[in-house]
């Protein structure tokens, strides 16, 4: 009876202590603590003085490093439990399903990271580019300057000067066109001309209204041409470059001036009219 009482297993597993628990064990378990220690510091330490330099806001800089210490301890505590002979599978079991239930309540910021490391990573558009966002299963599309790219939003000035905060995970699904990526941008614009006009009078004088156009580049060619014949105007369509940074000046620039030199060739446009006949019986 005595000697079953003082069997070393039996007051071990008692006491809550692994069977195969080793006292030569202790001093490396030891180590190991001091060394994740020093790690779980020096990581708050590279944060502390450098977090500065990294292309995430303050806030995602903060989640980062919290990430990294918990990793840091989870790491720690089953390398030290299985130098002491603790059977970490089932902690392993654990920590997978507390991760599971984390990664699930943070979906949405988890794809919002990875797309804007995405974006980072692949640059197809940077601070200051014009660039229209088509979202699938969306009616409006946003367009505007990119004011500012971080990990989890992307922020666009529209031409009502309103700021549009997108979800990167929206930005990494939709189809980006950026007017900014090359150098000249291509004006294309179709305007209805009545049928009574001469057809190589029109095409003659949105030719030479272009030409005047300072902000057209003329030598990457001007195209006018019959693109329609509708049930009451024939339409005209023109095509020139410019600067993309000159669009929108070049592109309002030529329609207010269609109109006055139309009126210098006795063009007329087209309008809706409604023609009543009176019978007298």
């Avoid at 292309?55 to 490093?65: A, G």
């Avoid at 599971?100 to 979906?107: D, E, F, R």
């Amino acid at each position: 009876m005595l000697s079953e009482s003082l069997d070393s297993t039996k007051v071990l597993e008692n006491i809550g202590i692994p069977n195969n628990f080793d006292v030569k064990t202790i001093p490396y378990a030891i180590i190991l603590i001091i060394i994740f220690f020093l790690i779980y510091k020096a990581v708050g330490k590279v944060f502390a003085k450098h977090s500065k330099y990294f292309p995430f806001e303050e806030n995602i800089t903060k989640l980062l490093e919290k990430l990294i210490k918990v990793a840091i301890i989870f790491i720690a505590i089953i390398t030290i439990g299985g130098q002491l002979g603790v059977n970490t599978t089932s902690l392993i079991a654990i920590f997978s399903i507390f991760g599971l239930a984390i990664s699930l309540s943070v979906q949405n910021i988890i794809s919002n990271a990875a797309n804007g490391i995405n974006i980072y990573a692949t640059h197809p558009f940077k601070i200051g580019d014009r660039i229209k966002i088509d979202s699938p299963g969306e009616t409006d599309d946003i367009e505007g300057i990119v004011n500012d790219i971080n990990l989890m939003y992307t922020k666009i000035i529209n031409s009502k000067n309103e700021v549009i905060f997108v979800p990167n995970n929206k930005v990494g699904q939709a189809t980006i066109i950026n007017f900014s990526h090359e150098r000249y941008r291509k004006i294309e614009y179709t305007i209805g001309v009545s049928y009574d006009n001469n057809i190589e009078d029109v095409k003659k004088a949105l030719t030479e209204l272009l030409e005047e156009e300072p902000l057209v580049i003329k030598d990457n060619g001007i195209t006018v041409f019959v693109s329609d014949y509708d049930q009451s105007s024939i339409n005209y369509t023109f095509r020139a470059h410019t600067e993309h940074t000159n669009y929108y000046d070049c592109l309002w620039n030529i329609k207010s001036h269609i109109k006055p030199k139309f009126d210098q060739y006795g063009i007329s446009i087209p309008y809706p009219q409604l023609d009543v006949t009176l019978i007298n019986k």
